[in-house]
Nanobody, 122 residues
């Protein structure tokens, strides 16, 4: 099992930026596709972005396209989520996840981090 630890969350004003990081404890990080998901209070967990094993392919949810960008550094066993032009609707707990395939469905990911809180004030 891969252990994942997210960091970088916090409180930011609308229009601001944050960069989330997710560090993986595995020697085979490049064998995993990595995804970011989020869950707002009272809502179901939703897909945010995914990146393939080599980092050559990425896909983001329509709601965040143009504002959030996923990337990875396989040498550092880390995946990032750069978030720009944040709005209060982006307030949620953000989770990273590892799985064999770069897909949208959260059920296809078998390793999850503990989450990091992002709060955007208006």
């Amino acid at each position: 099992q891969v252990q994942l630890v997210e960091s970088g969350g916090g409180l930011v004003q609308a229009g601001g930026s944050l960069r989330l990081s997710c560090a993986a404890s595995t020697r085979n990080f490049s064998n995993y596709a990595m995804g970011w998901f989020r869950q707002a209070p009272g809502k179901e967990r939703e897909f945010v972005a995914v990146i393939g094993r080599s980092g050559g392919s990425t896909y983001c949810a329509d709601s965040v396209k143009g504002r959030l960008n996923i990337s990875r550094d396989n040498a550092k066993n880390t995946v990032y989520l750069q978030m720009n032009s944040l709005t209060p609707k982006d307030t949620a707990v953000y989770y990273c996840a590892a799985g064999p395939y770069a897909v949208v469905a959260d059920t296809e990911y078998n390793c999850w981090g503990q989450g990091t809180q992002v709060t955007v004030s208006s």
